[in-house]
């Protein structure tokens, strides 16, 4: 299976993965979160609508026929905005992805350290795993603490239960997709368990169970507000 991955491109970028997606020829894309622009100088009570009306229109740049998209969500998309055709997944992998979204309020707006919000955290990792108990493949819009979570601060803001769960399995052959962090784009290897964050890019893997081969990895986007932060 061919996979192209794009995460916190924050509105941008969206003509070259258009390109990319066609010309690519990918089997499945995946949006780990933080795809759309903020529309922080609408008021607040327009800020979805911004964002369901400019994903309306630019959703088709990451289409391809005969490919499936999945759109998880990121921190900055906001609160009641979905896309329910982008919440499938490839058929063989049904029961097979777990898909963790966004940051619950309670850890501020961008990072795990304010506040106490594993419980929230582990309690969706913990439904995930109810429906795929041996997961072969993570969708997170943040890394797992510790790789790739990294802050231009030095800091690690990763998802500690996501890392505490692959600790227990030992680290096993699983791909964990994910994006947030800007400063830690890139990709490595955790026993035998590859991370590949994402954010401001794309990556583009050949993967089958047991096998992940990254193929190229480039960032889309620079510069922006958005850059000094995850």
């Not at 990918?26 to 759309?36: F, K």
């Not at 622009?37 to 800020?47: A, G, L, M, Q, T």
Request: hydrophobic share 35%; aromatic share 8%.
């Amino acid at each position: 299976m061919r996979i192209l991955v794009f995460s916190d491109l924050h509105g941008n970028g969206f003509t070259e993965a258009e390109r990319l997606t066609a010309e690519l020829q990918p089997d499945w894309v995946v949006l780990c979160g933080d795809m759309l622009p903020d529309f922080n100088n609408r008021p607040e009570d327009k800020r979805l609508d911004a964002q369901q009306a400019f994903w309306h229109e630019h959703r088709g740049c990451f289409l391809r026929e005969g490919a499936v998209t999945t759109f998880i969500l990121g921190n900055h998309e906001q609160s009641g905005f979905m896309d329910a055709d982008m919440v499938r997944l490839p058929g063989p992998l049904d029961g097979r992805v777990v898909r963790l979204e966004g940051i619950p309020g309670d850890a501020g707006p961008f990072s795990f350290a304010k506040g106490s919000p594993d419980s929230v955290l582990e309690a969706e990792l913990q439904a995930q795993l109810t429906s795929a108990p041996e997961p072969l493949i993570y969708l997170s819009h943040a890394p797992p603490y510790g790789s790739r979570d990294k802050t231009h601060r030095g800091t690690n803001i990763g998802h500690r239960p996501l890392f505490r769960h692959l600790q227990v399995r030992d680290w096993p052959q699983a791909l964990v997709l994910c994006g947030h962090v800007h400063q830690s784009f890139g990709c490595e290897e955790a026993g035998s368990t590859t991370i590949l964050n994402a954010a401001t890019g794309y990556a583009l893997l050949d993967w089958e169970e047991g096998c992940t081969h990254l193929l190229e990895m480039h960032r889309l986007v620079e510069g922006g507000n958005f850059w000094d932060s995850p």
